[in-house]
C-alpha cells in the first residue's frame, strides 16, 4: 500500500509509522499520500465537527456540575410505559440500535461500491437512509411528548432548567446532521443508481468527475453522526 | 540541474503511483464489517443494560465509559478506516480532540468552584 513507482522503474518503500509522519508531512508534497483530497477534506470537517459537539457536551456538563438544583432522572423521563410496565428509556434504545443498524448497512454500502456492485451498493444505502429517517421521525416523538409534558428550554417540572436547553441544543443539532445525511443518501444513492461513478460525471456542486470513493466519503459522515450518538448516549441518557 | 528535474519527475511519477493507490480504496472483506457490527449490537445492549439493572455510582459510569470508548473505537477504527490509513492522516486528525479533553478538565474545576461557590451563597454565607 505504502509503495511507490520511481522514475528508474524501482519502487521504495514509504517509511510506516513515526517515522512515516515525519516523511509524508516534510515531503514538499501532499502530506495524506494515499488518501484523496475530498476524503482528507472529510476528515477536517469531521474533526471540526468533533469541536462543536465536544463543547456542547462540555457547556452540557459545566451547567450540570455547577447547578445546585437536582438533575432530572434521565432513565424516568425518557421512559416508556408498554402496557402497565414502565420500560426505562426504552426509546432511546431503538434509537440506539436502529442508528448502530444504519451504519451498518453503510458500511455494507461502501464494500459493494468498490465492488462495483451497482445494484446492491444502491439498495444498502437506500436502507441507510430508511433507518436515518426512521430515527429522526423517533426523535420528533420524543421531542413532542417532551413538549407536551411541559420541558422548554428554561424550566422542566423535574428540577434543573438547564436539562432543557441542553436536551434541545445538543439532540436538536444531532438530529440536523441525521437530516442532512439521509439527504445527501439519497443523492449519492440516486448517482450510484444512473451509473454516475462508473462514467465519472461531473457533480452538479464541485463539477468535479465523481467515482466510487464518494460512497466511502459519504460513509465517513454517516458514521461520524453514529459516533456522535454514541458519546450523546453515553453522556446525555445514561449518565 | 538535472537531478532537480529528475526529483521533479520523480514527483510527477509518485503523484500518479498515490492517485492509482487511492483509486483501489478501502478494501476489505465483508466479513470483519459483519463482526464489527455485531460487536456494536453487543456493546449497545451492554450499555442499556447498566441503565436497566441500575447499577449506581463509580461502577455505573466506569461502565458508561467503558463500553462508550470501545464503541467509538469500533466505529472509527474500522468502520471509518482508520487503522488501514497511514499515521500521517491518522495523527492529525486523532491528536487535536486531546484539546477537548484538556478543556474538560479546565471547565471540570471551573463548575466545581461555581457549585461551591452557589452552595455558600444560597447557605447564607455570600
Excluded at chain 1, 42 to 54: A, E, Q, R, Y
Excluded at chain 2, 75 to 99: D, K, N, Q
Aim: net charge neutral.
Amino acid at each position: 500500500m505504502a509503495e511507490t513507482l520511481t522514475s528508474n522503474g524501482t519502487t521504495h518503500q514509504r517509511p510506516d509509522g513515526l517515522r512515516g509522519i515525519a516523511a509524508d508531512w516534510s515531503s514538499d508534497q501532499r502530506a495524506f499520500k494515499n488518501v484523496s483530497w475530498g476524503k482528507a477534506m472529510m476528515w477536517v470537517f469531521l474533526l471540526s465537527d468533533t469541536f462543536i459537539f465536544g463543547c456542547f457536551l462540555l457547556a452540557y456538563m459545566t451547567a450540570r456540575m455547577s447547578t445546585t438544583v437536582p438533575w432530572p432522572n434521565a432513565s424516568e423521563v425518557f421512559g416508556l410505559h408498554v402496557g402497565d410496565v414502565s420500560v426505562p428509556l426504552l426509546l432511546i434504545a431503538i434509537m440506539t440500535f436502529v442508528l448502530i443498524s444504519s451504519s451498518g448497512t453503510m458500511a455494507m454500502a461502501v464494500n459493494f461500491a468498490y465492488r462495483r456492485n451497482r445494484r446492491m451498493t444502491v439498495l444498502m444505502i437506500l436502507l441507510t437512509a430508511l433507518m436515518g429517517a426512521t430515527f429522526v421521525g423517533m426523535q420528533a416523538f420524543e421531542w413532542s411528548k417532551l413538549i407536551s409534558e411541559g420541558v422548554r428550554p428554561w424550566e422542566n417540572p423535574w428540577g434543573a432548567a438547564q436539562f432543557g436547553s441542553s436536551f434541545f441544543m445538543i439532540t436538536g443539532f444531532h438530529g440536523t446532521h441525521v437530516t442532512f445525511g439521509v439527504i445527501f443518501l439519497l443523492i449519492v444513492a440516486r448517482k450510484v443508481w444512473r451509473g454516475d461513478y462508473d462514467r465519472g460525471t461531473r457533480g452538479f456542486f464541485t463539477s468535479r468527475r465523481g467515482d466510487y470513493e464518494h460512497v466511502e466519503i459519504m460513509g465517513l459522515y454517516w458514521h461520524f453522526v453514529d459516533l456522535v450518538w454514541v458519546f450523546i448516549f453515553a453522556f446525555f441518557y445514561l449518565w | 540541474m538535472a537531478e532537480a528535474s529528475a526529483r521533479e519527475h520523480d514527483t510527477l511519477i509518485s503523484d500518479t503511483a498515490d492517485a492509482a493507490e487511492h483509486a483501489e480504496g478501502q478494501h476489505h472483506p465483508i466479513r470483519i464489517y459483519l463482526i464489527v457490527w455485531a460487536w456494536l449490537f453487543i456493546l449497545s445492549a451492554c450499555s442499556y443494560l447498566v441503565d436497566y439493572i441500575g447499577l449506581q455510582g463509580y461502577l455505573r459510569w466506569s461502565l458508561i465509559l467503558l463500553f462508550m470508548v470501545l464503541k467509538a473505537g469500533l466505529i472509527v477504527a474500522i468502520f471509518m478506516h482508520m487503522v488501514w490509513e497511514r499515521w500521517a492522516l491518522s495523527w492529525a486528525i486523532l491528536l487535536p480532540p486531546i484539546a477537548v479533553l484538556v478543556f474538560v478538565a479546565i471547565m471540570a474545576v471551573e463548575a466545581d468552584h461555581t457549585a461551591i461557590t452557589r452552595m455558600n451563597f444560597f447557605a447564607g454565607g455570600g
